[in-house]
């Protein structure tokens, strides 16, 4: 599917229960035949709820190996355990006059990041100035906004950090990376310009911080691209570290690796360090529409939400060859 048919695509998506109450936690559902996956490496974690909208847009890992994942037109945050267990630890509260740009939906959450203390940061769209930004959540407690973003904006990725506490969020319709500080609720223009911007609709979405440096996936581009942490914080020039990568969404690091989520083409790619990429998994694994990636070690968690004509949304993991520094 070509980036325009992503926005088509996008657009179009219809999902049915968006807002209904959260139920108890549920087991995952037996994997059928056709679902089931090629490589012993690989095993679906939990099959999510394609009905009441569980469609995930972006996963953070919790210590004990459990999977915080937002669904991203419901307003809510799931937590899958390692066993598959689903339940909802957090709501954003939807605005009734939400109306985001070119989706035309009430909400869209984000990427979702975990800070050492345990609090959860995650990125909301809804088209309207009181609603949009920063918020963060704490399991049992109401979601608080830290930080207003523009309301024209798809606020998509995030990434956090860890030595000053700053979040850097991509816009994927502003050509831009923005850097919040959660605990003031500052909001600057980090890096912008033509390397971020969108093609056909989306550009700037994934984004990891890596190696003293800001790495954004571009969708429209299909690039990967990275800026560098100058001392005093700043952007400095970015570089096109990868090209022709396919529709990339998120990724993530595995040493000096990058495991990229290829969303519409139901592909998982490792791209090394020269920029060349390969294949490790496909819808024959168990892939819906790959939006997301964590690793944490030589295990890579990815979360597919089944927005183009799929019908399993799903948390999978696999086995990662070692990773190379």
Known sequence: MSTNGFKIALAMMTFTGLVAAAGPAQAASPQ???QQNTSPRTR???????A???????????????????F????EVGRVSPSGRVEIIGRIPVPADGDIPVVHRKIFLGGIVRAPGGDLYVAVSTGTASATGVYRLRPGRPA????????????????????????????????????????????VTWATGDLLAPRDGFGANGVK?????????????????????????????????????????DFA???????????????????ARDGSSRTILTAADGLDNP???????????????????????????????PGRE
């Open 32 to 34: 059928t035949t056709a």
């Open 44 to 50: 679906i974690v939990a099959h999510l709820d394609l």
């Open 52 to 70: 009441s909208g569980q469609q995930p847009e972006n996963i953070t890992l919790e210590p004990d190996g459990s999977a915080d994942l937002t």
């Open 72 to 75: 991203a037109y419901t307003g």
């Open 144 to 187: 608080v906004r830290v930080a207003a973003l523009p309301p024209s904006g798809f606020h998509n990725g995030m990434a956090l950090d860890p030595r000053t506490g700053e979040l850097y969020v991509a816009d994927s319709f502003g050509s831009v990376v923005r850097r919040v500080t959660p605990r003031t609720g500052r909001v």
């Open 209 to 249: 911080l890596h190696d003293d440096a800001v790495w954004v996936s571009n969708i429209g581009t299909q690039q990967l691209v990275r800026f560098p942490i100058t001392r005093d914080g700043t952007a400095g020039p970015g570089e096109v570290k990868a090209s022709g990568l396919g529709p990339i969404d």
């Open 253 to 271: 690091f595995h040493g000096d690796e990058v495991v990229a989520a290829i969303n519409q083409e139901n592909r998982v790619s490792v791209v």
């Open 291 to 321: 939006t997301s990636v964590a690793v944490r070690g030589d295990t890579a968690y990815i979360a597919d939400s089944a927005y183009f004509i799929g019908t399993d949304p799903n948390l999978l993991r696999t086995r990662l060859a």
